[in-house]
C-alpha cells in the first residue's frame, strides 16, 4: 500500500481556527513535504522537513516531525477561507522511493 | 511567465487511441517527473528523468512511454488508451532529485478516455 496515510480525510472549521493534519508513514525517509492543492489545480509545495528536523515553521504553518513514531502534523494557524484545499504529505524514503498520502481535505468557512 | 507547464489542458478520446501530454519547464531544473492522480485524488509517481535519462520507472504499463528531448521537456505518450487510464496527469520538475529537493508542479492534463 502507499506509504502515507493521512487524518483527517476531511476537516471543516471556522476561519479564524486552527487546523491540524497528521500524516503516517511507514518507513525509514529522508524527508518529509507538505503539499496543497487547490480544486482543479496542480500541487504547491509548502514545506520540506528533513529526517534529523524536528519542527519547521513557515509563515502561519508550522510542521512537526516524530520519526520514532513515523509520523508529521501540519498546523495551520489562524485559518483563512483561502486555505480551503487539499493537503498531501509526501515521503522520501531512504531507498529513494516516494509517496504522495491521500490527502486531507481542508474547508475553511468564512 | 509559467514554470512548468502542460499542454494540453483537457484531452477527451476514445478507447484504443494513441495520444501524448506535453511538459515544458523553464526552470533550469535536471530531473523532471510524470504523476498520475486518480478519481480519489490519490497521487503515484510514474517517471522521472534526470538529465534526459530514466531514474524511476514505477509499475506502469508498457503503453506508457515517456520521451525527454531535452532536460526542459519531458512527454507522455499512451498507447492504446483504456477507461482505466481517465485522471489527470501532473508534471513537476526540481532542480536535483526527489531525495534532497522540492517538486514544482504542472497545472495538470484531465484525460478522459471514452
Known amino acids: 500500500s502507499q506509504q502515507g496515510e493521512e487524518d483527517p480525510q476531511a476537516l471543516s472549521i471556522q476561519e479564524g481556527e486552527n487546523a491540524t493534519m497528521n500524516c503516517s508513514y511507514k518507513t525509514s525517509i529522508n524527508n518529509l513535504q507538505w503539499y496543497r492543492q487547490n480544486s482543479g489545480r496542480g500541487l504547491v509545495h509548502l514545506i520540506l522537513?528533513?529526517?534529523?528536523?524536528r519542527e519547521k515553521h513557515s509563515g502561519r504553518l508550522r510542521v512537526t516531525l516524530d520519526t520514532s513514531k513515523k509520523s508529521s502534523s501540519l498546523l495551520i494557524t489562524a485559518s483563512r477561507a483561502a486555505d480551503t484545499a487539499s493537503y498531501f504529505c509526501a515521503t522520501v524514503s531512504t531507498g529513494n522511493q516516494f509517496y504522495f498520502g491521500t490527502g486531507t481535505s481542508l474547508t475553511v468557512i468564512p | 511567465d509559467t514554470a512548468v507547464s502542460q499542454t494540453p489542458k483537457y484531452l477527451v478520446t476514445q478507447m484504443g487511441n494513441d495520444k501524448s501530454i506535453k511538459c515544458e519547464q523553464n526552470l533550469g531544473h535536471d530531473t523532471m517527473y510524470w504523476y498520475k492522480q486518480d478519481s480519489k485524488k490519490f497521487l503515484k509517481i510514474m517517471f522521472s528523468?534526470?538529465?534526459?535519462?530514466?531514474?524511476i520507472n514505477e509499475t506502469v504499463p508498457n503503453r506508457f512511454s515517456p520521451k525527454s528531448p531535452d532536460k526542459a521537456h519531458l512527454n507522455l505518450h499512451i498507447n492504446s488508451l483504456e477507461l482505466g487510464d481517465s485522471a489527470v496527469y501532473f508534471c513537476?520538475?526540481?532542480?536535483?532529485?526527489?531525495?534532497?529537493?522540492?517538486?514544482?508542479f504542472g497545472p495538470g492534463t484531465r484525460l478522459t478516455v471514452l
Open positions: 522537513i528533513r529526517s534529523n528536523e
Open positions: 513537476a520538475s526540481s532542480q536535483f532529485t526527489l531525495s534532497t529537493d522540492t517538486q514544482y
Open positions: 528523468y534526470n538529465n534526459k535519462e530514466l531514474i
